[in-house]
């Protein structure tokens, strides 16, 4: 036992710590399921929790005789598959994988209650909750080998899960076609809305953030040099941000649209990632929502986790490019893709970002605090809040509406004008101009009244004909 103990629980405490599950619980999982590794499976096939084959496996497979637990039946024999690992540490990670990204046909995972919880008890309670085992005795004989073995003792410093964000903004600067009407790039206003995303991001807590296309937009990233880097990265969602293009000519379409890989039925945590980001967008931008769809696109398709792309508007719609030309509703954007992405993982707001906040505390950017018509967005943190106020040439404000920072375009002193002296008929030019006004009054060119009064476009060109014309001049 003690031989087994000290095998396994290094691994555990590598691989549990880092998913913020208990070394504890792993232990006295493998303890219990692998008959302290002596068992068939652990034996031959290093699986340690009896994890069957299922129908995501591709490597190798070892087929037993397995008892199976049922309300009607109760205890009975069945021959199943089930997974053969290189090591004991492969096998570990598997079933932490499952832990914490759940069952791939389900939206919500549903062993979302084992991560992150301190109590080993309630930790056993949650695995079985989730229908983990079949047997009824299982959370109290996991209780009982954690506490005959002392194995809370492994559990200390365990640390919350690390979630991973890759996010990329569509194309690159240069890439064709990819413009308004007007010329302007596609990736400029994707390239807005990702910053905007990583930066609300980054005031979650636990939270790793990648962004796979190029920050300049000098280069347009191949899509497959993206998707291999999120998949390495092992991130858990990923969000590929877009503006969309109907026909290349302005026109009154428009709306905001979300896809994931088709058919959406049969990607449910993507449709979850996706269900909680669009409805954000859509309020985000005051768009048209065209809804979430299926689409064959590669960043949605070769990522292995839950991905979605989206379409923040139409560059060619007369309507959808007033909002994108608005910087403060593009990182209004970013904010809300950002703040349903951490919906979705099940982020915290960091102890810095918490503390100075106070807690669910907004900083509203508008013209004026009474004008409410006018405000562009509401956000958690304050330097995007700046941000989007200095874009906009708006105001900050806090919750009791107290001005915090002023990005209002100031208004430039006005120039002191010099008073206008009054149009007097009998007023004289001024010497230096006596001679030559007369000349032009002699000529027919102007009748003289008035020398000092500032003369219209159309007054100055009659009497430069008038003096084209003029026999003297010619």
Same mark, same amino acid.
């Given at each position: ?29 493998? %303890? ?47 021959? =199943? ?64 080998? %954690? ?45 807005? @809305?990702?910053?905007?995303? %990583? ?141 349903? %992405? ?57 919750? =009791? ?39 032009? @009054? ?27 014309? =003029?026999?003297?001049?010619?």
């Amino acid at each position: 036992m003690t031989s087994f103990i000290d095998r396994l629980a290094p691994i555990a405490q590598k691989y549990g710590k880092a998913a913020g599950v208990l070394p504890s619980l792993l232990l006295a999982q493998g %303890i219990l399921e692998s008959a302290s590794g002596t068992s068939e499976l652990a034996v031959k096939a290093n699986n340690l929790f009896g994890i069957k084959k299922g129908s995501g496996w591709s490597g190798e497979v070892y087929a037993k005789d397995s008892k199976e637990w049922s309300a009607d039946r109760g205890w009975y024999s069945a021959v =199943s598959e089930f997974r053969r690992y290189p090591s004991y540490a492969e096998c570990v990670e598997d079933l932490l994988h499952k832990y914490t990204h759940g069952l791939d046909w389900e939206k919500h995972n549903r062993y979302a209650a084992v991560i992150d919880e301190t109590d080993y008890r309630k930790a056993a309670q949650a695995v079985f909750a989730a229908g983990y085992a079949t047997d009824p005795a299982y959370p109290e004989k996991l209780i009982k080998v %954690i506490e005959q073995y002392g194995l809370s003792k492994y559990d200390e410093g365990v640390s919350s899960v690390v979630k991973k964000v890759a996010i990329d903004a569509g194309h690159g600067m240069n890439t064709a076609g990819k413009r308004t009407p007007a010329g302007e790039r596609e990736w400029s206003f994707n390239d807005k @809305v990702v910053r905007a995303a %990583i930066a609300e991001l980054n005031t979650y807590s636990n939270v790793e953030v990648l962004r796979l296309d190029d920050p300049t937009g000098r280069t347009d990233v191949p899509l497959k040099t993206r998707t291999d880097r999120a998949n390495a990265f092992k991130a858990d969602v990923l969000v590929s941000v877009h503006h969309n293009a109907m026909t290349g000519r302005w026109g009154n379409h428009g709306g905001v649209e979300t896809f994931t890989y088709t058919p959406v039925s049969r990607n449910p945590k993507s449709k979850a990632l996706a269900d909680r980001v669009h409805p954000k967008i859509v309020q985000a931008m005051g768009l048209g929502n065209r809804g979430i769809k299926g689409g064959n696109l590669h960043m949605v398709r070769e990522f292995k986790g839950s991905a979605i792309l989206t379409e923040g508007g139409f560059m060619d719609s007369n309507i959808d490019i007033k909002a994108m030309r608005n910087d403060a509703k593009l990182m209004v954007q970013g904010v809300a893709i950002a703040q349903g %992405i951490a919906e979705y993982l099940g982020l915290q707001k960091g102890q810095a970002e918490t503390a100075s906040s106070g807690g669910e505390k907004f900083y509203r950017v508008r013209k004026s605090w009474t004008d409410a018509k006018s405000q562009v967005g509401a956000f958690m943190s304050f330097a995007i809040a700046k941000k989007a106020a200095d874009d906009a040439g708006l105001n900050v404000y806090d919750e =009791s509406g107290k001005l915090v920072h002023s990005g209002g375009k100031k208004e430039e002193p006005k120039k002191e004008e010099k008073p206008v002296e009054k149009d007097d008929k009998h007023a004289k030019p001024s010497a230096s101009l006596q001679k030559e006004f007369g000349e032009a @009054v002699e000529v027919g060119i102007t009748d003289g009244t008035y020398p000092n009064r500032q003369a219209t476009r159309a007054e100055v060109a009659v009497m430069v004909l008038r003096g084209m014309e =003029s026999k003297k001049w010619k």
